[in-house]
Each structure stands twice: as C-alpha cells, then as structure tokens.
C-alpha cells in the first residue's frame, strides 16, 4: 500500500503539525511505502516571499528528517521538482465541479486570512492536492482532520475520472489521529486550531525559556479543576491533550493527579513535558543543520525515485484520456 503526504514550507512548524500528522509519518512508513513532500507549489497560493521559501523548503525538510523520517525508507520530494504534479492537476481540474471548491471551509478561511488574494490557485487548492496524492495511486494519507473535506474531494475526483475514462486510480483513506490530537488548538484561542500564522502555536524549535512562557501566559478556562471538557474547558482539555499525546499517560491518570492542585502546577508540568517531548527532535535538528548539502542530497535522490512512478501513471492517465 502507498502512502503519501505532505506540508506547507510556510513558517516554521509548530506541535499541531508533529502530534497531528508527522509524529504518524514516522510510525506509519515502517509498515508502507511513502512519499513526503513540501508542497512549495501550495505554498505559493498564499502570499509568500520569493527570497525565502527555498529556504523554508530545506528548513521544512530537515523538520521532516529530525522528526525520523528516514530517506533510505521513505521517498523526501519537494512537489515543483515533478512537474507531473502540475500536469495531472491541470487534468483534474478540467473535470472539477467549481462548487466543489467553494464550499470547502479551509477556502473560507483563507479567503478572511488574505481578503485581497481571491486567486484561482486558492480555489483550485484541493485539486492540487488531490493531484499530489492520485499520482502516485496513493491509498494511504496521514493529515490533520482540517485536511478530511480534500480527501473527500480527492475520492470524489478518484470516481469521476474512473467512471469517466475508465479505473485508473484506488479509493484513498486519510488517515487521522484516533481519539486525540487530530486537532491541536491555539494557546491563545483555543476554539481556534493551533496554526503557523501568528504566534499562537509552540514551534518544534522553540527553546525551554520560551515554551515556558508560552505555556504561562496561554489562555485558560475559568474554574480551577484540570478536567477534560472540550465545551467548557477548551482550554485545559487541548493541554490535557498535548501532555496526553507527549508524556503517553492517560487522561484519567492526569486528572486524578491534578485533582484539586489547580492549573498553575499543572501548566508547569505540561511545559517540561513538551520540552522533554522536543528535545529529541531539536538535537537531530541541530546536528543535521550543520551538513545542508545533505539534504540537497535526499532530495535529488527522491525527486529521481518519485519522478519513475509519476512518469508512468501520468501516460496511463493520458493513454485513458486519448491525449496519447
Ligand atoms: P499545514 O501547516 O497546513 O501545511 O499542515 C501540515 C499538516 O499538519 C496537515 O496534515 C495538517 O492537517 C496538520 N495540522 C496543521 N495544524 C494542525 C493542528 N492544529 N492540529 C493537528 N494537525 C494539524
Ligand atoms: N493541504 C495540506 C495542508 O495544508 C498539504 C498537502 C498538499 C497535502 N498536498 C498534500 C497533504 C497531499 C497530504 C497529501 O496541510
């Protein structure tokens, strides 16, 4: 079974992007093969700046390599290095329904993010992304569960083509976190997702001072019982989430540790679990920082391994289509 994924080289990763999908990357390629990417060519949807993101692409890679992404097991590619990515996109899109697109939320809510920016490439997002992940007959995609409403586009873009030109490409499965932290909240909205826009997130290079201060100064519900109630306590349940996903106990453990403490002793806690949880990942960082040409390496090398199987599907697709 294939698998495939991929993030945005737009700003520097934060705890929602490694708890919600790239902690799962790592598990899930020992048992499948995979392609990540940093898909630049979503990045470029959104305002961007011309002198940075090849930078943000090597920095959003070595993210990928430090959290245990292993390049001998897993193909690494950045998407505009196949251009076949672009071509199957161009294809989909000539059999998208446009109201497809423009009831899917992330468009709505990047449309309020950058009101000035109604471009075509934020409507045909999801199309792209469907691209990414049909090219490579992918059936396996690890996301955050904001992601879902592409996958469904993906299936729904899956089923036309086939029933249009004959079955070319398998069902797709996103795969999200069960039970917790498919969705990580803002520290300083916590009825907002946690995101790379604003300082509303703890990035994965975050030094200890600064997660404790962020920690501290986060938002929390009133009351002082640390309870996991996502309606009433947003806040406290999304912290009882990240200790969860970072120490491993239980809810039930924490809450019966907390009990009658109140949150300041329980924030405390929570911030040296989280350091404790990135330290791992930061030393890798740091160390893999220091040979850059190493990564330029893994990526010729995977742009070479990815472009064989899109080279291939892409003929069947246009074989199907009567294009060749
Ligand atoms: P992005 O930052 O939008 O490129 O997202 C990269 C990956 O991280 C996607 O799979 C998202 O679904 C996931 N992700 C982003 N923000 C969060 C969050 N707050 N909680 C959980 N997963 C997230
Ligand atoms: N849309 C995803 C995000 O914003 C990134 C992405 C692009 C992606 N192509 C993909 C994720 C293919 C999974 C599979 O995070």
Redo the contacts with the bound molecule.
């Keep these: 079974m294939k698998l495939f ?1 991929g ?2 080289p ?1 700003g520097q ?2 705890i ?2 490694y ?3 790239l902690k799962n990357w790592v598990e899930l390629q020992k048992k499948h093969q995979c392609i990540f990417s940093a898909v630049d060519y979503h990045a470029i949807t959104t305002p961007f700046n011309p002198k940075r993101i090849h930078e943000a692409v090597k920095n959003l890679v070595l993210d990928y390599l430090a959290a245990g992404v292993d390049p001998k097991k897993s193909i690494i590619i950045v998407q505009s290095q196949i251009p076949e990515h672009t071509e199957l996109a161009w294809i989909l899109e000539a059999i998208t329904p446009v109201s497809w697109l423009e009831r899917i939320p992330t468009y709505k809510e990047k449309l309020e993010l950058h009101p000035k920016h109604r471009n075509l490439g934020i409507l045909a997002y999801p199309v792209l992304m469907a691209a990414d992940i049909l090219l490579y007959k992918a059936t396996l995609v ?6 879902m409403p592409h996958i469904e586009i993906t299936n729904d873009l899956a089923r036309r083509f086939n029933q249009m030109f004959g079955k070319t490409f398998p069902p797709v499965k996103g795969v999200v976190n069960e039970g917790m ?5 803002s520290l300083t909205d916590p009825t907002k ?4 826009t604003g300082g509303e997130g703890i990035a994965l290079t975050d030094s200890p001072e600064t997660i404790r201060e962020k920690i501290k100064t986060a938002v929390t519900d009133s009351g002082r019982e640390v309870k996991f109630d996502e309606k009433n306590k947003p806040a406290i349940s999304n912290f009882l989430t990240i200790h969860h996903l970072f120490s491993g106990k239980t809810i039930a453990e924490l809450e019966k540790k907390y009990h009658n403490k109140g949150y300041a002793e329980f924030k405390n806690d929570l911030s040296e679990v989280i350091i404790k949880g990135l330290a791992d990942f930061q030393e890798k960082r740091k160390e893999l920082e220091k040979n850059p040409k190493k990564v330029e390496k893994i990526l010729a090398d995977g742009a070479k391994r990815a472009q064989k199987i899109a080279e291939q599907n892409i003929k069947e697709v246009k074989i199907k289509m009567g294009l060749l």
């Design positions: 994924s993030m945005r737009s990763l934060h929602g992007n708890l919600g999908a690890p996301v955050g569960d904001d992601q932290g498919a969705r990580i909240m997702k946690m995101s790379k």
